[in-house]
Nanobody
Framework: VQLQASGGGLVQAGESLRLSCTTSGITLRSYTVAWFRQAPGKEREFVAATGRYGGSTFSADPVKGRFTISRDNAKNTVYLQMNSLKPEDTAVYYC???????????????????WGQGTQVTVSS
């Protein structure tokens, strides 16, 4: 199982980025996939998730209305569209996948078995 996160970069506040999480070795539709982020000196925090088998999507309060998670199972890829970026969105963004996770655990990093390497997002003011 491999997950590869890409699409990060340096942008100004108010701009947009789209992150991609490309997977291999799994049947994506049967996996819950989430994005987490970690800023320097802070714990890894939940950003958004898309449930398996066409399940619900979930977003953290700080990104609601600005970030949208989506998936293309045919392309084995999950996306995170990030609009109206703020300096406090600066972090390394990681994608994670798990087949057996239950809804109450979706926001908890240690419940995910598979992780990508992370992509840096830097938002300047």
């Amino acid at each position: 199982v491999q997950l590869q996160a890409s699409g990060g970069g340096l942008v100004q506040a108010g701009e947009s980025l789209r992150l991609s999480c490309t997977t291999s070795g799994i049947t994506l539709r049967s996996y819950t996939v989430a994005w987490f982020r970690q800023a320097p000196g802070k714990e890894r925090e939940f950003v958004a998730a898309t449930g398996r088998y066409g399940g619900s999507t979930f977003s953290a309060d700080p990104v609601k209305g600005r970030f949208t998670i989506s998936r293309d199972n045919a392309k084995n890829t999950v996306y995170l569209q990030m609009n109206s970026l703020k300096p406090e969105d600066t972090a390394v963004y990681y994608c994670a996948a798990d087949r057996g996770i239950i809804q109450s655990s979706i926001r908890t990093p240690h419940h995910y078995d598979h992780w990508g390497q992370g992509t840096q997002v830097t938002v300047s003011s």
